[in-house]
T-cell receptor, first 116, second 115 residues
């Protein structure tokens, strides 16, 4: 079974600075997808960024980028120029690219605080 | 835009009651999921369904059952609610086509308190 580990229960960053959230995972599969979700106090889960395992190039979405290290099974999220609206719970998630299910396996989450 | 609607945002029930959490999606998705979210534990999969009347256990199915009589609706049932089922419950759906650009869509969650 796949597992996802987020080793930082809480992180804080000053507004306009950069922060990196860590995520490692364990799988025996070679083809899979990785995601970062953001959950603000509204509770709505928002997809931040996604990465296909077979793509070596790291995904980027505006101020959000990932450092995907397949051999190390690491998938960290970097938030540049942090904004107050980035404050939220962040979840790393894994999804198999094969099989009949699209279920996500989640980490335990990292609570990000952005200080003005 | 995909919409996943959970019927209640907050729910308070008594121990031993039968509880129904309802979820409806409007995009003709094949897959539907129920997750439970607890502080420090992240989201854990309770049950999922990949077709009408089809279901599979997730990681923590004990104390729960599900029903999917229609494609758009997926119900989570607590046969006899207990205090340790006090939690946030998130419903989600996905297309079922295993596409990279077909992500899972979540509802806004139901915060259930069992007293």
């Amino acid at each position: 079974a796949q597992t996802v580990t987020q080793s930082q229960p809480e992180m804080s960053v000053q507004e306009a600075e950069t922060v990196t959230l860590s995520c490692t995972y364990d799988t025996s599969e070679s083809d899979y997808y990785l995601f970062w979700y953001k959950q603000p106090p509204s509770r709505q889960m928002i997809l931040v960024i996604r990465q296909e395992a077979y793509k070596q190039q790291n995904a980027t979405e505006n101020r959000f980028s990932v450092n995907f290290q397949k051999a190390a099974k690491s998938f960290s999220l970097k938030i540049s120029d942090s904004q107050l609206g980035d404050a939220a719970m962040y979840f790393c998630a894994y999804r198999s690219a094969t099989g009949g299910s699209e279920k996500l396996v989640f980490g335990k989450g990292t609570k990000l605080t952005v200080n003005p | 835009d995909v919409k996943v609607t959970q019927s209640s945002r907050y729910l308070v029930k008594r121990t031993g009651e039968k509880v129904f959490l309802e979820c409806v999606q409007d995009m003709d998705h094949e897959n539907m999921f129920w997750y439970r979210q607890d502080p420090g534990l992240g989201l854990r999969l309770i049950y999922f369904s990949y077709d009408v009347k089809m279901k599979e256990k997730g990681d923590i199915p004990e104390g729960y059952s599900v029903s999917r009589e229609k494609k758009e609706r997926f119900s989570l049932i607590l046969e006899s609610a207990s205090t340790n089922q006090t939690s946030m419950y998130l419903c989600a759906s996905s297309s079922g086509r295993l596409l990279y650009n077909s992500p899972i869509h979540f509802g806004n969650g139901t915060r259930l308190t069992v007293t």
